[in-house]
């Protein structure tokens, strides 16, 4: 975790400010968004190579075990590391770190690629809703959703192994829609909540979104 | 605009993101998401939730030239694939199924018509168009079916179905949806298994229909 950095950004605000950072440096350091989308935002507006390789250095590995998973031999996860690595370069511009943290945009990648890999056609996506550059970029929704992020993953340790392991078979593409259970155990309310801030926040710019 | 009331259920949104809903139902799942902020919401926690099980994954080692060999990529030019946005009436996904086309209405007597998209092993995917007034011809279904309205609406016993609204038939619905007074209905229809018409077209000719 770093301090967010006002330069990646193309807002114009800074929202912390250095003399606020030093009075209250543990509440600011919950304040902090998380490396993987400071590298995100550094490849979407600036097409950063370094913070790339950085994001292929945490993300590549653990692409590469959540592939096996599903029972690809490793050369073939690799083909697939491959792609989506490249894919979250040339799309970077769909990122909006309002609505996905990387980890979750980057696991919708890897489904759409391993799918396309494994079907003939081409999978159905809804149209994209690209943020306009205009926006200004609002930190506290960011944060809160980073937050979420953090939920989540205690939520996920917390449940029995045989109710996570429900879960990972779910979201690795091995449950039909019949066999996953409403219930996962898992408080999605809440960040389904922060995530349709992050969508209202474009409605009044994109036309067509209700 | 009116307010869309019928939604996609959970499991299959969570199914949807992970990429195991039979095909047809993959597409009107992505063009319901492309109409309704509150399942694009659901759609997006869902995959936040894959992104927690991917980055809670254990790591695999990766072969040592994968990085610089990608780097050396990123420069390289590149051919994005055609986007589909929205046609009037028509969200993105269905432009895609219909190729930029317009639909290719076959009659099925009545004034109702349809387009099939697709037929194989996973289901069927198809437009329907049904002038006002007109019944649905009436039909039980042997799996599950999906309809979302792309224009005005249609009622049955279980409510009113308007733009962007999602009906789900299971095998223990028989239903005889109604569409409303206004504009003719047009839907898209998918099913995991055939339809089975109780009157209209009789199941003789269902081959020939490819009902
Ligand atoms: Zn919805």
Redesign the pocket.
């Known amino acids: 975790m770093i301090a967010y950095e006002q330069n990646i950004t193309r807002g114009k605000k800074p929202t912390f400010g250095a003399r606020r950072y030093e009075r209250n440096l543990v509440e600011e350091t919950q304040k902090e968004v998380s490396d993987e989308t400071v590298w995100m935002l550094a490849v979407r507006d600036k097409r950063d190579k370094a913070a790339f390789a950085n994001l292929f250095d945490h993300f590549a590995p653990r692409l590469k075990g959540f592939i096996m998973k599903t029972g690809m031999p490793g050369e073939q996860a690799e083909e697939i590391v491959q792609d989506v690595m490249l894919t979250v370069w040339r799309k970077a511009a769909q990122f909006d770190p309002h609505r996905a943290q990387v980890s979750a945009w980057i696991y919708q990648i890897t489904r759409n690629r391993q799918i396309d890999v494994i079907r003939k056609n081409n999978r159905p996506l809804p149209e994209e809703l690209i943020e306009p550059p205009s926006l200004e970029c609002d930190i506290s929704q960011m944060l809160a959703l980073d937050q979420e992020g953090q939920h989540l993953r205690q939520a996920l340790a917390q449940l029995s192994d045989d109710q996570r392991l429900a879960v990972e078979k779910a979201y690795l593409g091995e449950l039909t829609h019949q066999e996953i259970s409403e219930q996962t155990g898992l408080p999605l309310g809440t960040i389904k909540s922060r995530i349709r801030l992050g969508l209202e926040r474009l409605r009044l710019e994109l036309k067509g979104l209700r | 605009m009116t307010k869309?009331n019928?939604?996609?259920p959970d499991s299959m949104l969570a199914a949807y993101a992970a990429g195991t809903l039979p095909q047809p139902f993959a597409i009107v799942v992505a063009s319901?998401?492309s109409?309704?902020?509150?399942?694009?919401g659901?759609y997006e926690a869902h995959q936040a939730v894959g992104g927690v099980v991917l980055d809670g994954t254990e790591i695999a080692k990766i072969s040592g030239d994968l990085k610089s060999s990608i780097l050396t990529q990123l420069d390289e030019p590149f051919t994005p694939a055609a986007v589909y946005d929205r046609s009037g009436i028509y969200p993105g996904p269905v432009v895609k199924t219909l190729k930029g086309n317009e639909p290719r209405w076959k009659t099925l007597g009545m004034g109702v018509r349809q387009d099939i998209l697709s037929a194989d092993s996973e289901g069927s995917l198809r437009l329907l168009y049904i002038p006002a007034g007109q019944a649905v011809p009436e039909h039980s279904h042997s799996g599950l079916e999906l309809t979302l309205i792309l224009q005005g609406s249609f009622s049955d016993h279980t409510g009113q179905f308007g733009i962007?609204d999602?009906e789900i038939g299971d095998p223990d619905l028989e239903h005889t949806p109604i569409a409303d007074p206004g504009d003719p209905c047009i839907c898209l229809a998918a099913t995991d298994a055939p339809l089975r018409f109780k009157s209209l077209v009789p199941r003789l000719f269902q081959p020939l229909f490819r009902i």
């Open positions: 869309i019928h939604h996609i319901h998401i109409m309704c902020a509150h399942c694009r659901s962007g999602v």
